[in-house]
């Protein structure tokens, strides 16, 4: 059983930084496909960005690149959300994901194709 828990949210100025963390035990092979998504008050959940477990390789949603950086560690098994410029519509809360049968494409964006996720970490951007 994939277990994933995020830490590492905060308050923080707009144009400031912040690392979250997201601890991952339980995957079992290398073709997981991990991701970061947001969810602001009202809104629906949304793609952040994803990296393969294998390659290390990661995309991102547009409003976020240039700005956010993904990457894991794959001795530790943590995934990393690098996060600069911050702005307030980055307001949310931001969770990591695991999907177990390593998506591609299209289907990376989308919540339901998801098989895990930790709770959750609040990210709050002041003005």
């Known amino acids: 059983q994939v277990q994933l828990v995020e830490s590492g949210g905060g308050l923080v100025q707009a144009g400031g930084s912040l690392r979250l963390s997201c601890a991952a035990s339980g995957l079992t092979f290398s073709g997981y496909v991990m991701a970061w998504f947001r969810q602001a008050p009202g809104k629906e959940r949304e793609f952040v960005g994803r990296v393969r477990w294998s390659t290390g390789i990661a995309v991102y949603t547009d409003s976020v690149k240039g700005r956010f950086t993904i990457s894991r560690n794959k001795d530790k098994n943590m995934i990393y959300l690098q996060m600069n410029s911050l702005k307030p519509e980055d307001t949310a809360v931001y969770y990591c994901?695991?999907?177990?049968?390593?998506?591609?494409?299209?289907?990376?964006?989308?919540?339901?194709?998801?098989?895990?996720w930790g709770q959750g970490t609040q990210v709050t951007v002041s003005s």
């Open positions: 994901a695991a999907d177990r049968d390593g998506c591609s494409g299209y289907g990376c964006g989308l919540r339901s194709t998801y098989d895990y």
